[in-house]
């Protein structure tokens, strides 16, 4: 089936495109064809339009004061190239000099444009786009996209491209402005994307407008944090807490058809349903968050007792945090010899584990916890109150830092301000600088001077002796 739709001299109202085809280096089967009657070129408007409804084609004709055709102009997207042009806009002197097999250059280019999403073996992957509007200095949003970089790598996401907004002004609704979105929907296409990412969090109706306008799945940091918790999930105590957080983010967002919830809901809010439908969800959603909690205070109960009984036991009680991949894990392996899961990569611990540790002076409970992250989400923070509850607990805390990392600093003060978050600023805490055997000596010494920390190497026994000692001196 065709379709034509005829504008004014002053402009046309396009129809919802949802309908047409969409996908990996696809355009919309669509072309925009209009006359202009002063000889001017294609607009800086018309070159938006192209990209952001992603046409076939954007075509001009000039018409002179006789009404007869004169130049034409078009222009087409292109597929990813050095020159880092979105576009190519064409020139023909004559209407009747025009020679353009169209059907079959559209079908080659889309042809090149699909052959990013399918390139590297990389076809069962999402394809991301991570996109930071801040104010922030050049540094910290570099550190920032490429921490979202390593989040989305944890979440099984191939990264494609990174587009920086510097925000001078403000603009809540759009948070973009119409050329930068332009750019961004044509990179998404070159790099054959279908999922947006945000590095920060959007509102609900952010995400209603930038998803209309890029027709593109979007979803911001904190949605991707809660979608790598629940992939990581095991137990049912974790699994409870990760789903009682996505579904308090999920709550204010199921208002109207939102591609970007599909990560989280695996449908609910998602299809477009009508309001009555909306609000059977909403109420679904409330009715098992009431559930949820009441099984959180029920294992909050049973955490309590056997907290009780190690009390009863005299056993002291070490408990590691820090920033996630930081080598939490690793270090509760090493000191008490166990075999918990580790990995190098974001939030592998969700459940807490607790082992016993022999010291020269005696006995001691070291328990390894979720790991920290800058700008943690609220909703799991309080979903995850009851195992964070452990820590209030502990008669001393190892803050666990990769002094190898080049934020490393930052790290450590974001870990603190979530420990201060929780009041557990009055536990005694030993600074402790894991992967030293990625710096240099002198590097080590410097840091763990300046910083007043422990250099260990979690990997090797033999470097945890200075480690051992203080936590003795702490403890008894």
Not at 79 to 90: A, Y
Not at 98 to 114: G, P, V, Y
Not at 187 to 215: C, H, K, M, W
Request: glycine letters at 6%.
């Amino acid at each position: 089936m065709e379709y034509v739709v005829v504008g004014s001299d002053h402009s046309i109202l396009i129809p919802d495109l949802a309908r047409f085809r969409s996908g990996i280096g696809r355009l919309k089967g669509l072309r925009c064809i209009h006359t202009h009657l002063h000889g001017e070129p294609l607009s800086h408007e018309d070159l938006m339009d192209l990209a952001l409804l992603k046409l076939d084609l954007m075509l001009c004709l000039d018409i002179n004061s006789k009404g007869i055709p004169a130049d034409l102009y078009y222009a087409h997207l292109v597929p990813r190239n050095n020159s880092g042009q979105s576009w190519i806009v064409e020139h023909v002197p004559d209407i009747g000099r025009l020679d353009l097999n169209f059907s079959e250059f559209i079908r080659d280019l889309e042809t090149e444009l699909a052959k990013t999403g399918t390139s590297l073996g990389m076809e069962e992957k999402e394809r991301a786009v991570l996109v930071s509007v801040i104010r922030a200095s050049k540094k910290e949003t570099e550190e920032s996209l490429e921490e979202l970089k390593e989040l989305a790598i944890t979440s099984n996401l191939l990264v494609v491209d990174s587009i920086i907004q510097r925000k001078t002004e403000g603009n809540s609704r759009f948070l973009l402005g119409k050329g930068k979105l332009s750019e961004l929907v044509v990179r998404s296409l070159q790099a054959g994307a279908n999922l947006l990412i945000f590095d920060g969090e959007l509102t609900p109706a952010q995400v209603r407008v930038l998803t209309d306008y890029t027709e593109t799945k979007i979803i911001d940091r904190n949605q991707l944090i809660l979608d790598i918790f629940a992939s990581g999930a095991i137990t049912r105590e974790g699994k409870i807490q990760v789903e009682l957080a996505q579904l308090r983010y999920l709550l204010p967002r199921l208002i109207t058809k939102n591609t970007a919830m599909s990560r989280l809901t695996g449908g609910i809010g998602g299809r477009g349903p009508g309001e009555t439908k909306l609000e059977i969800n909403r109420r679904r959603v409330r009715d098992r968050i009431i559930l949820l909690n009441k099984e959180l205070r029920e294992i909050k109960k049973q955490r309590k007792e056997r907290r009780k009984r190690r009390r009863s036991m005299g056993f002291p009680v070490i408990s590691i945090v820090g920033y996630t991949n930081a080598g939490k894990s690793t270090l509760l392996n090493t000191l008490t010899r166990s075999h918990v899961r580790v990995g190098d990569r974001l939030f592998v611990t969700l459940d807490p584990t607790s082992r016993r540790l022999r010291l020269k002076e005696g006995e001691v409970i070291v328990t390894d916890t979720v790991g920290f992250i800058r700008d943690l989400p609220g909703d799991l923070l309080e979903a995850f109150a009851a195992t964070l509850e452990e820590l209030h607990e502990a008669d001393l805390l190892l803050h666990v830092a990769d002094i190898s990392n080049s934020r490393l600093e930052d790290q450590i003060e974001s870990a603190k301000k979530t420990l201060n978050s929780l009041d557990l600023t009055e536990i005694p805490t030993i600074l402790v600088l894991n992967k030293s055997d990625r710096m240099n000596k002198t590097q080590t010494a410097h840091l763990a001077e300046r910083l007043g920390g422990i250099p260990i190497s979690a990997l090797n026994p033999i470097t945890l002796s200075g480690l051992r000692k203080a936590m003795e001196d702490i403890i008894f």
